[in-house]
């Protein structure tokens, strides 16, 4: 998706996001206000691509995170319980958990441990009250594809990284009435991001959105190998 969104600082780049009609809610709009990604990404944070943030792993593009929010908005409200699979830098989970309200629930799973111990301490710059409350949880797990059972099941799932099918656990921890977004595609070929709603009667709706490009939701050693003690 081309743009010209950057920013010079977090205002200036959610002026241009909504300018260039990457959202249109605005409760999109004031949770991406109110999550600094300065916070979260120390490389070009107001520049609107991926950026590393470290251990093999990008941050998506702004507009890809408003468009997520966007996309999952009617199912992020006050007192829904949300899940963010490949939760990263912790940003969107924030992002999530600002728009569920103090009764909502986020939890946010990764399959690095450090990455996990990073996402802690960004959220706790600026928004350590949603930690201590319990309104955001980061965990770090072996296998994203397998979702977080515990804590389901959720309003909503957002997965930051591509499946070359749709698991059939995350859609097994979907409400009925949930809505879960999910990129779908093989590492190097067409991937397109997929919605996926579960109806009221159980009934599984599934919707492709657009093409993206996403790396691939994996097990730790592959995505970033240690390297073994000498």
Excluded at 6 to 34: P, Y
Excluded at 115 to 125: E, P
Aim: glycine share 10%.
């Amino acid at each position: 998706m081309a743009n010209r969104s950057h920013g010079v600082d977090n205002e200036n780049l959610i002026s241009n996001l909504k300018t260039n009609g990457k959202f249109k809610s605005s409760r999109v709009e004031a949770a991406l206000r109110a999550t600094d990604r300065g916070d979260f990404s120390r490389i070009y944070p107001y520049k609107d691509s991926p950026q590393s943030i470290g251990f093999g792993v990008n941050i998506s593009a702004p507009h890809m995170h408003a468009h997520m929010l966007e996309l999952l908005a009617d199912n992020l409200t006050r007192g829904t319980k949300a899940l963010d699979i490949g939760s990263g830098s912790g940003y969107l989970t924030v992002c999530m958990a600002l728009m569920v309200g103090e009764t909502g629930k986020v939890v946010g799973i990764d399959h690095i441990p450090e990455l996990v111990d990073m996402s802690i301490r960004n959220v706790k710059k600026k928004h350590a009250t949603l930690l201590e409350t319990g309104r955001v949880k980061l965990v770090g797990l072996g296998d994203g594809r397998k979702g977080y059972e515990a804590d389901g099941p959720y309003d909503a799932i957002h997965v930051g990284a591509a499946t070359p099918q749709i698991p059939p656990a995350l859609v097994s921890q979907l409400k009925p009435g949930g809505r879960m977004i999910l990129p779908v595609g093989p590492p190097s070929g067409n991937q397109e991001l997929m919605q996926v709603d579960k109806l009221s009667n159980g009934e599984i709706r599934k919707t492709s959105l657009f093409g993206v490009v996403f790396a691939s939701l994996t097990d730790p050693d592959t995505q970033w190998p240690r390297r073994t003690p000498r």
